[in-house]
């Protein structure tokens, strides 16, 4: 399956980087945001990439032209700089369509502008491109070719400090919960989708308000609820977040082999991975949406 990959939004909420590079070339651990979430697509065998760009595009291009495995990868060189020979590879068996989709494209324009490099393709995935997760991806792709939907995302908890009160009509308050014990989903920006949803997108719709709105209607939008690790970059707060896992040990989404094979992720035959897969229903929850950021 191709992965449209979203990348050309102001990312207003990041100001401290905003200003010079596109959110996703923020730099995680040694490597930006973008190259995460192209290398989780390719550990699971999609390495067909297309990348929407917009806000600082050529920043996106010059990184890829200039892109050298060798300081991503251990290597052995041999008569000085003439010959060198990487031990592992990441991108050489990528293959990247770079597409401007507009500077103020909302996710529904941007993903319109690409349908001509989507032709052949029933199915394809998609992603916001600003936030990372150890979901195994194959529950949500392998059962979604069989069942009746148009479209079908990941729906998360929130990574959010907010809190939410009931109270009363006379303003007494009953709770208090955090965002996370609230039993509150979001759109946690992972999608598989079919070619049909061009048929729910009209110019200028954002693509979780009006042409999911149409499939919600229709019964043909599903989600797959999971409450492992994810986490979205909004704010430097995020960011730093998950510098603090990359600096303490391997991150939770780093789930390639290094040097030496990894099992397949226990997310894959664990209760919450269970509780996901009969999760798989119809969407009646809110959505993230991601106007002006991806």
Not at 57 to 86: Q, R
Not at 142 to 169: D, G
Not at 177 to 198: K, L, Q
Request: glycine letters at 6%.
């Amino acid at each position: 399956m191709r992965v449209v990959l979203f990348c050309g939004g102001l990312g207003m909420r990041l100001r401290d980087y905003s200003d010079t590079i596109p959110k996703p070339m923020v730099p995680i651990g040694g490597h930006p945001l973008l190259w995460w979430v192209m290398k989780y697509y390719a550990h699971f065998g999609h390495k067909d990439f297309i990348l929407c760009l917009g806000y600082k595009g050529n920043t996106i291009k010059e990184y890829f032209l200039n892109y050298n495995e060798c300081l991503a990868n251990d290597f052995v060189m041999n008569g000085g700089s003439h010959h060198v020979e990487p031990l592992q590879r990441d991108i050489s068996d990528w293959r990247i369509t770079f597409v401007d989709t507009g500077l103020h494209a909302n996710i529904g324009e941007r993903l319109l502008a690409v349908k001509p490099y989507l032709r052949g393709e029933d199915i394809f995935l998609a992603n916001y491109t600003d936030g990372l997760s150890d979901f195994h991806l194959p529950l949500l792709t392998e059962r979604f070719p069989a069942s009746n939907q148009i479209a079908s995302f990941l729906s998360v908890r929130p990574n959010s400090s907010f809190h939410f009160v009931r109270r009363r009509e006379d303003g007494t308050v009953t709770a208090i919960d955090s965002c996370y014990s609230a039993d509150v989903w979001i759109n946690g920006g992972f999608f598989v989708m079919r070619r049909e949803i061009f048929d729910y997108i009209r110019p200028g719709d954002e693509l979780v308000i009006e042409p999911f709105q149409r499939l919600i209607a229709e019964s043909r939008l599903s989600t797959l609820r999971y409450d492992g690790f994810w986490r979205c970059i909004d704010t430097s707060k995020d960011l730093h977040a998950l510098e603090s896992l990359c600096a303490r040990s391997r991150p939770p989404w780093d789930l390639w082999p290094h040097s030496a094979p990894l099992p397949v992720p226990a997310v894959a035959d664990t209760p919450a991975a269970r509780r996901a897969l009969e999760s798989l229903s119809v969407v009646r929850m809110p959505l993230r949406p991601a106007a002006a950021e991806n």
